[in-house]
């Protein structure tokens, strides 16, 4: 059970120090009790403080890292059934199967896709994120030749390797175990000497069942072994059974604390269909509820870049507005005769309004207003975006400094408010800009300072 912030304040040395950067030992313990800060980050507290603290706190679906250093690949420490409930922690991941039967062309495109399909979205890069190597001969050579291509073509990859030989597995990670891979799979058959052969290579290790019962028996087991990091493939390969089971295993390790499946899970669209949208269409699903990682049969960009969005939008925090800073930004090389443009530091409305900016090559100060993240409606009707507030901006600015003229473009939705602004920057003249970004482009190549 979960430590209330009282009970966490009672191990901590209570020198209220503030070299954790919260002033107070009860301030930190509230933050740590509330999953805000780690109890790592106070100075002071001793291993087995940690250990406890630690324990009692950990989300019911235990944090998992594929890889190693920065590029390592987080999945779960998720601690709820629905986002608005509090947030969901570490997006599900993507990857791409290649296994040791496909031909070297097929290999060599999924590679170069999963290094070239990249794509940013307001100011996020979306990408993929694994690749499942497969021993689909099971053959330790063709394997390891297999794993050593990955790892020199695609280097940046996180890797599954996957094979129902441990002595195949040994030897691929005899030449990847630096990468700290995901090995897959344990079953009731060689679960003892996979588990054996994860913790040897400090590698994160996968269960998988011919059902949940099965699953279910295998992880504890592996935990009593003394593996506390494992992932889980229920064994369903159906869209509606791998449904089911994501959904049972959520419910069960968040409204039950039942540790056997309190892990993130895997699911395979790939071996779901023989249609690579139909693996879009189911893996849309599952990301929904609730797969921590979905494997593809092929990455192609009008099936990854819908996937990215939705799982964007679903890992977004709910509860904090997705913002960029409230600053003046210079596009397309502005001088002194430069329209001024200002909007909201909404992330969404920045990151339209200056790419149709730079799209029309017109040099341009856009001034961003600090709206708390509300777009431009919002933030005016909740008084965060008025005359007054823009004015204070204005002059606060610098960009009086940077521009001759003395006129400012605001957006369309804005124009009630000309004449207070007018008001209260009376050197300014105020010129109502398109409501909609797309007219932006020429609604630049016609501006001239006004007279």
Same mark, same amino acid.
């Given at each position: ?162 094979? $129902? ?105 790939? $071996? ?32 990854? *870049?819908?996937? *990215? ?5 679903? *890992? ?76 204070? *901006? ?58």
């Amino acid at each position: 059970m979960a430590l209330t912030g009282i009970q966490i304040l009672k191990m901590l040395p209570k020198k209220n120090c503030g070299e954790c950067k919260i002033p107070t030992c009860l301030a930190f313990a509230m933050k740590v009790a509330a999953g805000q800060m780690e109890i790592g980050d106070c100075p002071y507290v001793d291993d087995e403080v940690k250990a406890t603290i630690g324990e009692a706190s950990a989300p019911p679906i235990r944090t998992i890292k594929i890889g190693a250093g920065d590029a390592a690949f987080a999945v779960g420490g998720e601690t709820c059934l629905s986002r608005h409930e509090k947030r969901f922690e570490h997006q599900t991941g993507i990857g791409v199967l290649i296994h040791t039967e496909m031909a070297d062309d097929a290999v060599d495109s999924r590679l170069q896709n999963f290094n070239k399909l990249e794509y940013e979205r307001v100011g996020v890069i979306m990408k993929p994120d694994l690749i499942a190597v497969k021993d689909a001969k099971n053959d330790a050579a063709s394997f390891v030749e297999l794993v050593r291509k990955v790892m020199a073509e695609a280097s940046a990859a996180n890797l599954i390797l996957m094979s $129902e030989s441990v002595a195949n597995m040994k030897a691929a990670l005899e030449v990847c175990k630096d990468k700290q891979p995901l090995i897959y799979a344990a079953t009731s058959d060689n679960a003892q000497d996979m588990a054996e052969l994860a913790k040897g290579a400090g590698c994160v290790l996968a269960v998988k069942g011919q059902n949940l019962d099965d699953v279910v028996g295998i992880s504890e087991n592996l935990q009593n072994n003394g593996l506390k990091d494992l992932v889980i493939d229920t064994g369903a390969r159906t869209m509606k059974a791998a449904l089911e089971d994501n959904i049972v295993c959520r419910r069960a390790a968040i409204n039950k604390k039942f540790k056997p499946l309190g892990f993130p899970t895997i699911a395979f669209p790939c $071996e779901m269909t023989d249609d690579l949208m139909l693996e879009a269409m189911i893996s849309s699903i599952l990301i929904a509820k609730y797969a921590g990682i979905v494997i593809l049969s092929d990455l192609q960009g009008d099936v990854l *870049f819908p996937l *990215f969005l939705e799982r964007l939008n679903i *890992f977004t925090d709910p509860q904090r507005p997705m913002v960029v800073e409230e600053e003046v930004y210079p596009l397309n090389g502005p001088d002194e005769n430069s329209p001024v443009v200002i909007t909201c530091n909404f992330s969404l409305t920045y990151f339209i309004v200056s790419g149709e900016i730079e799209g029309s090559k017109v040099p341009t100060w856009l001034l961003i207003k600090d709206t708390e993240g509300l777009s431009v409606l919002t933030a005016w009707a909740a008084g965060k975006f008025g005359a007054d507030l823009i004015a204070q *901006f204005i002059k606060k600015s610098g960009i009086e400094d940077k521009v001759k003229h003395r006129e400012l473009l605001i957006p369309g939705y804005l124009a009630t408010i000309k004449g207070e602004l007018e008001e209260e920057l009376p050197d300014w003249a105020i010129t109502i800009g398109p409501r909609e970004a797309g007219h932006i482009p020429a609604f630049l190549k016609e501006w001239k300072p006004a007279a």
